[in-house]
């Protein structure tokens, strides 16, 4: 019989694959989930923002952000509800580009769920789901979701630092239909030189819908390299990525700054 965290997560899964969103090429968050959740009781802020340095020229569709010169970013707050499942919300989603300046892009409802102790386990599993609300410049569509599985090993052995490697299905839903269903998986491995440091390749993709996906050359595929620093306070990613195919921004920069703001739990 299925738990009740595992019941969730299939009802949820049924109900994103009823449907899909479009491909589009900014991201407000370029992270590879690893199932890690906040404390139970504890408030976390994540800020991501990255810079499309050399990226697509010409509208997703009409009146869109225009990848180009664009900074695109939001602040994440989430807590920790039990030792499975975390809440975050983003807002603002926010985005300022050559064309049409500084403006908010919406907003969204996340919820995650992983094994507990991911960090401590060698076989990691989960699942992120997020719901959006987007600004017509963000969106032709004004809701949007995500399902996001997460599947990860943490390496340990041969006398060699701890490798992970991460693996993010992700599947976009605007539910107009499972065919339109749009494939966009995002894949880390990452060297722990330390505690503290550690430097890893990702790799993320836009396949295109699964009725059809795009050809090679127009489907998206940006390779990353990260540098991460765990710190007493702030966790710190820092990344550069480069376009693989004519279907990606050639050249973008993110970081991510994250940090526990405050415990609701009880001492004991």
């Known amino acids: 019989m299925l738990s009740r965290r595992h019941a969730v997560l299939v009802t949820a899964f049924l109900v994103f694959l009823s449907g899909s969103r479009q491909a589009f090429a900014q991201a407000d968050e370029i992270q590879v ?6 404390p139970v009781g504890t408030f976390n802020l994540t800020v991501h923002n990255n810079f499309i340095a050399r990226g697509l020229r010409e509208p997703a569709f009409p009146g869109s952000v225009v990848a180009h010169r664009s900074v695109n970013g939001v ?3 989430a807590i920790g509800v039990t030792n499975w499942f975390e809440a975050g919300l983003y807002l603002p989603l926010y985005s300022r580009d050559k064309d049409g300046g500084f403006g908010l892009d919406g907003f969204k409802l996340r919820t995650l769920f992983a094994v507990p ?3 401590d386990r060698r076989f990691v599993y989960g699942a992120n789901f997020e719901f959006s609300y987007n600004a017509k410049r963000w969106d032709t569509t004004r809701f949007t979701s995500e399902i996001r599985p997460i599947i990860g090993w943490h390496l340990k052995g041969w006398h060699l630092k701890p490798v992970d490697i991460i693996f993010n ?3 976009d839903t605007s ?3 499972f065919g339109n269903a749009v494939f966009a998986p995002s894949v880390r491995v990452a060297y722990n030189a330390s505690p503290v440091w550690a430097v890893a390749i990702e790799e993320y993709a836009d396949h295109g819908p699964f009725h059809q996906f795009h050809s090679r050359s127009d489907q998206s595929h940006q390779l990353y390299l990260v540098v991460d620093r765990a710190g007493r306070q702030w966790d710190i990613e820092a990344g550069i990525g480069a376009g693989l195919t004519h279907g990606a921004d050639g050249l973008t920069l993110k970081l991510i700054v994250a940090r526990d703001l405050k415990s609701f739990r009880k001492k004991p």
């Open 117 to 119: 102790n991911a960090d």
């Open 169 to 171: 299905p992700i599947v």
């Open 75 to 77: 602040p994440e707050w």
């Open 175 to 177: 539910y107009d239909g």
């Open 33 to 38: 989930y690893d199932g890690g959740l906040a």
